[in-house]
């Protein structure tokens, strides 16, 4: 597995960015996955998560809750984590993590992910 997460940037706040996470094209169904963020100089922590394949559960840390959007597209190829009226404390490096655990509700811990990607670094200006 080499997962992949793409799609961050620079945008202002109120503005929206759209990350996906990837496995060289292979399918991601038989895997829970899991975004997660580190800011500068803090821990790293979890954003949302997709329970395994298809009848899995999205969750949400609570300072992300009704801002963001995690789902599987592109016929499971991806896991995409849309991200809506953005915040200047959104700004860190956002990873993409997953796991074979069939847990149908993602854990928020990351020793439970067995797999990561490189991050995606998202900066929201002022």
């Known amino acids: 597995v080499q997962l992949q997460a793409s799609g961050g940037g620079l945008v202002q706040a109120g503005d929206s960015l759209r990350l996906s996470c990837a496995d060289s094209?292979?399918?991601?169904?038989?895997?829970?996955v899991a975004w997660f963020r580190q800011a500068p100089g803090k821990d790293r922590e979890f954003v949302a998560g997709?329970?395994?394949?298809?009848?899995?559960?999205?969750s949400y840390a609570d300072s992300v809750s009704g801002r963001l959007t995690i789902s599987r597209d592109n016929a499971d190829k991806t896991v995409s984590l849309q991200m809506n009226f953005l915040k200047p404390e959104d700004t860190a490096v956002y990873y993409c993590?997953?796991?074979?655990?069939?847990?149908?509700?993602?854990?928020?811990?990351?020793?439970?992910?067995?797999?990561w990607g490189k991050g995606t670094l998202v900066t929201v200006s002022s």
């Open positions: 993590a997953a796991d074979r655990s069939l847990r149908l509700t993602a854990s928020p811990a990351m020793s439970a992910y067995d797999y």
């Open positions: 094209g292979r399918t991601l169904d038989g895997y829970v």
């Open positions: 997709i329970g395994w394949s298809r009848s899995g559960r999205t």
